[in-house]
Nanobody
């Protein structure tokens, strides 16, 4: 059973930075991990994805140049470094992974079957 635990959320002013971590345990395969976010009243949306073997990354346009996804396979941790934060970045941030053998590392929440409980990020203007 896969277990994902996010940490690092908090409250910052616009222009500030936060670094989120997602610690994964309970699985032995390497695949794709992703960060999603969901603001109140909005759908869950992808933020960034990373293939844990090879390290190929993708970030969505709304955060490109501001957010960076990375991983430490020795520790089974995936990071999301967020800079130049905006009030629109306020949301619950979730990490996710999949048990697919050949994952697409897509941007749709249905591409992932394991989720953490989330960490709140609040950006004030």
């Amino acid at each position: 059973q896969v277990h994902l635990v996010e940490s690092g959320g908090g409250s910052v002013q616009a222009g500030g930075s936060l670094s989120l971590s997602c610690a994964a345990s309970g699985y032995t395969y390497r695949s794709c991990m992703a960060w999603f976010r969901q603001a109140p009243g909005k759908q869950r949306e992808a933020v960034a994805t990373i293939y844990t073997t090879g390290g190929l990354t993708r970030v969505v346009d709304s955060v490109k140049g501001r957010f960076t996804i990375s991983r430490d396979n020795t520790k089974n941790i995936v990071y999301l470094q967020m800079t130049s934060l905006k009030p629109d970045d306020t949301a619950m941030y979730y990490c996710a992974t999949t048990s697919q053998i050949y994952p697409t590392c897509g941007l749709n929440p249905t591409d992932y079957n394991y989720w953490g409980q989330g960490t709140q990020v609040t950006v004030s203007s």
